[in-house]
Structure formats: structure tokens, C-alpha cells
């Protein structure tokens, strides 16, 4: 148990549907991240919150909509997702700037 | 942009045995991060390395930061089932709060 939950664990969608991964943590921490990881590829990093305020989008389409509406929660709303989106999203949490992230267990989301 | 690359891609070793896992940065690394992930799982934090030449373990796994900080190595000695997972090497970039990973070792340990 590492502090962060992430809900759901498994997700099957069809490319016209609207869902929301969640992601809650217990640390207090300050920083929040979401994570894309496809087979046999590095972690790629998708969006940063620090204090609740985006400090990165690494060229993430707009079809991948993240919100922290408090420090505790970030979520990721998923619409109009094509096939090769089909992945493993990952949710981290750090105290700060050199800090250990700690993760949560992840979201299989399939794309059909 | 810096670059982590692991080495090897996946791993299959008999179990007892020792192994050791390789991750070279193309630029210096200034907080390095070993992680484990099992299939489908979130990555669990092993250890953190900082300064150049240090060294840590946790029961048998041990990880070091060479001298010049451009490579660091995870040795497991004596492995078990209990090892089997993926192992990610992780590093921050210079600033802010970017964590750059490599595409992971895969471990395979037979009973």
C-alpha cells in the first residue's frame, strides 16, 4: 500500500465514450502525475500538478483532460480515445523537488 | 534531453543465482531512482542514490552510483521467485519536477 489509489483498476471503452480515471492520495503531498505506460516503452510523462496548479503538459492531444481540484485528487477525463491510447496510467505523488514519487497501482484502460 | 538506457532488456536466471541490472544516462544524474513494477502494477519504490560512489542495499538488492554519476548498477544476490518483475531506473531532470525513466529490465527467475 503506497498512499495512492487509483480507481478503476481496469477500464474497456469504445472511442465515442466519456470516462475519468481518479487518482486520490493520503500523503500530503504537493506534487501530482500522470503517467502513460505502453508495452515495451518508457514511462512517458503526461501532466504535472504542483500545488494544484499544471506545470507541465508534455504535448498530451486534448482528448486527455486532467483536473486537481485539490490537493488530495487529480483525475484524468478521457473522451473520444483512439485504440493506440490503450494503456497502463499511472498516478505518482512527491512531497517535492528531489523527493521519492510514490505510485498507485494503475489504471488498464483498453480501447476498443 | 537526457536518456536513461537500461541493460538488459529482459533477464532469465535460475534461481540462487546472482544478477546484475545496468542504467547508463546520457548526462550526469543528479538523483537517481530504482523502482520495481510487477505486471500491470504500479512501480514500488527499492532506493534512491545521490552522490557519486554511493551505495545502498536492502536485503539483496544492492545499488550504486558510479564515481563520474552517469550509470548506476542493481545487483541481486542469491534470487528468488520473489524477485521476478520489472526493474526501472528512474532520474530527475535538473530542475523542476521531472522524472525521466528508462524502458525497464524485465526479470525472470526460474524456481
Known amino acids: 500500500e503506497t498512499g495512492v489509489t487509483q480507481t478503476p483498476r481496469h477500464l474497456v471503452m469504445g472511442m465515442t465514450n466519456k470516462k475519468s480515471l481518479k487518482c486520490e492520495q493520503h500523503l500530503g503531498h504537493n506534487a501530482m502525475y500522470w503517467y502513460k505506460q505502453s508495452a515495451k516503452k518508457p514511462l512517458e510523462l503526461m501532466f504535472v500538478?504542483?500545488?494544484?496548479?499544471?506545470?507541465e503538459n508534455n504535448s498530451v492531444p486534448s482528448r486527455f483532460s486532467p483536473e486537481c481540484p485539490n490537493s488530495s485528487h487529480l483525475f484524468l477525463h478521457l473522451h473520444t480515445l483512439q485504440p493506440e491510447d490503450s494503456a497502463l496510467y499511472l498516478c505518482a505523488t512527491r512531497a517535492g523537488e528531489g523527493n521519492i514519487q510514490y505510485f498507485g497501482a494503475g489504471t488498464r484502460l483498453s480501447v476498443l | 534531453s537526457q536518456e536513461l538506457e537500461q541493460s538488459p532488456q529482459s533477464l532469465i536466471v535460475q534461481e540462487g543465482k546472482n544478477l546484475t541490472i545496468n542504467c547508463t544516462s546520457s548526462k550526469t544524474l543528479y538523483g537517481l531512482y530504482w523502482y520495481k513494477q510487477k505486471y500491470g502494477e504500479g512501480l514500488i519504490f527499492l532506493m534512491m542514490l545521490q552522490k557519486g560512489g554511493e551505495e545502498k542495499s536492502h536485503e539483496k538488492i544492492t545499488a550504486k552510483l558510479d564515481e563520474k554519476k552517469q550509470q548506476s548498477s542493481l545487483h541481486i544476490t542469491a534470487s528468488q521467485p520473489s524477485h521476478a518483475g520489472i526493474y526501472l531506473c528512474?532520474?530527475?531532470?535538473?530542475?523542476?519536477?521531472?522524472?525521466?525513466f528508462g524502458a525497464g529490465t524485465r526479470l525472470f527467475v526460474k524456481a
Open positions: 528512474g532520474a530527475d531532470n535538473t530542475g523542476g519536477f521531472k522524472t525521466i
Open positions: 500538478y504542483n500545488f494544484k496548479e499544471q506545470t
